[in-house]
């Protein structure tokens, strides 16, 4: 997600193993868990949650899409 002097911050993208898991809570969790493991840099300052991402036939993710969704701001989902 743009930031306001144009550097971009972390925004986690997050799709939950049991539908309806995206709380709140697991939310301010995943934000405290993610400093004390990886560089400050890379831990995200907020968090949404998908029940659906865009894949391959391989299944792996598509990133643009996923980017480009969230590139102009946060769509109308459950997010933290």
């Known amino acids: 997600m743009p930031r306001a002097r144009g550097r971009d911050g972390v925004h986690a993208v997050v799709q939950p193993a049991v539908a309806g898991a995206g709380t709140q809570e697991l939310a301010a969790e995943l934000i405290d868990f993610c400093p004390a493991r990886i560089a400050h840099f890379k831990a995200p300052g907020s968090v949404s949650f998908e ?5 391959t036939p391989s299944v792996k ?3 643009r899409v996923v980017a480009d969704r969230y590139r102009d701001g946060a769509p ?3 997010s933290c």
């Open 51 to 55: 029940y659906s991402l865009a894949r």
């Open 61 to 63: 993710m598509l990133r």
């Open 76 to 78: 109308a989902g459950p």
